[in-house]
């Protein structure tokens, strides 16, 4: 198995990284679901947003960065 460091320097600054992921997805006012797959390279996390009847959009965000700040851009369509 793949040994993966840590992102965070510390608790605290991991708890202020999910709070403000939080904060980034329910700005968008959209219904999302967060789910979690074991794959190859361990736990992915994915968020499943939007239009049901859409045609589904994978979008990849950059490393270490949110997610949720990518999806804002897709909140207008």
């Given at each position: 198995?793949?040994?993966?460091?840590?992102?965070?320097?510390?608790?605290?600054?991991?708890?202020?990284?999910?709070?403000?992921?939080?904060?980034?997805?329910?700005?968008?006012?959209?219904?999302?679901?967060?789910?979690?797959?074991?794959?190859?390279?361990?736990?992915?996390?994915?968020?499943?947003?939007?239009?049901?009847?859409?045609?589904?959009?994978?979008v990849f965000?950059?490393?270490?960065?949110?997610?949720?700040?990518?999806?804002?851009?897709?909140?207008?369509?």
């Open positions: 198995m793949i040994q993966v460091s840590q992102v965070y320097r510390s608790k605290n600054g991991k708890s202020a990284s999910y709070s403000l992921y939080d904060q980034q997805v329910e700005a968008l006012e959209l219904p999302y679901q967060d789910m979690f797959l074991e794959t190859s390279f361990g736990k992915t996390h994915l968020i499943e947003l939007g239009k049901p009847d859409g045609k589904p959009l994978l965000h950059g490393g270490n960065t949110s997610s949720a700040y990518n999806l804002h851009q897709f909140k207008f369509y």
